[in-house]
Every structure is written in C-alpha cells, then in structure tokens.
C-alpha cells in the first residue's frame, strides 16, 4: 500500500515509501485513503504532477482503497485530488520497468574470462583417434 501502514496521508512521507522500490508491468500499485476527505488523480505529464493540476487527469480515483495495475512501461504520475494536500507533497511519481530483467545483464566476456580453461570436445576426439590408429597400426604390424 502506499504511503506504509498510513497510506495515501500527509502524515506518510510518500517519497521516502517509494525510494528504493521498483515497479514492473504486470505489478499493481495499492492506494489507501479516506474517501470522504481524499482521492487520487492520475495526470498526464511532469508539468501537471509538478503544478498539481488535476483539471483534465487521465482518470480519478474516489473509492477509499484502489488497485491501480501497471500494465505499461514508462512514468505515471499521481496527485492528490485536492490541490492542497498536493502542493504539500501528497503526490507520487512511478517509473514502470519492462517485466523481467530486474538487473541489465553483465558483459560475457568477464563471465567467459573467469571460467577456467578445460580441452574442448574436438581435442579429445583427436587424441582419442591417435591413439586408436596407433594401436591398429600395432597390430596390423604384429600379424
């Protein structure tokens, strides 16, 4: 839930609750409130999620407790329905990442250099076949 066991408060520091976590499409994001006194605007743009301007959001949230799934990559700005309570910092931004993947890969090279150096197939299949025209060389010699 967001915002901790206050959820969406003033008295929860939303920032300090987000910082640290990471979100993935396919994860939904819980909002908790009191829907009398409260509700959650989804907006647009830096530019309204900065400002707090909630006149024309992609969509308001008024039940008291909404999940929001994150069905796509990229950012998604919430606010504060009431403006002052989002001029005072009631207000969250979430960076979606593509599902999977939660680290970038390393590089092979560093994976492929640490391992340790062993004959390949190929080697021994060609000693193997020295030795096996050796011996019949041997006992073709013998008869």
């Not at 329905?81 to 979606?96: A, D, F, I, M, R």
């Not at 990442?97 to 590089?107: D, H, I, T, V, Y």
């Amino acid at each position: 839930v967001v915002g901790g066991d206050r959820g969406w408060d003033l008295s929860s520091d939303v920032a300090s609750w987000s910082s640290g976590r990471s979100f993935r499409v396919g994860d939904k994001i819980w909002f908790a409130y009191a829907a009398a006194q409260e509700s959650i605007a989804e907006v647009n743009s830096p530019e309204e999620y900065e400002s707090c301007d909630v006149s024309n959001p992609i969509r308001m949230y008024t039940d008291g407790i909404d999940g929001i799934p994150l069905d796509g990559e990229g950012i998604r700005y919430f606010v504060s329905g009431k403006e002052e309570s989002c001029k005072n910092g009631l207000k969250l931004h979430v960076e979606v990442m593509p599902f999977g993947n939660p680290e970038p890969e390393k590089p092979r090279v560093a994976v492929a250099a640490a391992a340790p150096t062993t004959p390949s197939g190929s080697a021994r299949l060609y000693g193997s076949s020295v030795l096996l025209l050796v011996g019949l060389w041997l006992c073709h010699m013998a008869i």
